[in-house]
Nanobody
């Protein structure tokens, strides 16, 4: 069974940085996309960033381009999300997810496995 666990969330002042980690276990496949999504109170879950397991392909939401960076440790089936220049609008529960297969997607419904999420709060 696949398990995902996020860590690294917390409270930070505007302009600050946080680094999130998503660790996967129980993977029986090697080709997948790992994505980060976030959900703020009263809002729909939205795509943040993704990275493919087989190469360096990555994609970002327009709202985080230039501020967030996704990277992976393939040996450990883990992915990092470095978040810089945070603003209060970045406040949300951040969740990582895995989509099996080669084709990356940005829609939450296209992902097969999810972690419980980690809270990120940015104060003004």
């Amino acid at each position: 069974q696949v398990f995902l666990v996020e860590s690294g969330g917390g409270l930070v002042q505007a302009g600050g940085s946080l680094r999130l980690l998503c660790a996967a276990s129980g993977l029986t496949f090697t080709t997948y996309t790992m994505g980060w999504f976030r959900q703020a109170p009263g809002k729909e879950r939205e795509f943040v960033a993704l990275i493919r397991s087989t190469d360096t392909y990555a994609d970002y939401a327009d709202s985080v381009k230039g501020r967030f960076a996704i990277s992976k440790n393939r040996a450990e089936d883990s992915v990092y999300l470095q978040m810089n220049t945070l603003t209060p609008e970045d406040t949300a529960v951040y969740s990582c997810a895995i989509r099996r297969g080669y084709t990356p997607k940005i829609t939450p419904a296209d992902y097969d496995y999810w972690g419980p999420g980690t809270q990120v709060t940015v104060s003004s």
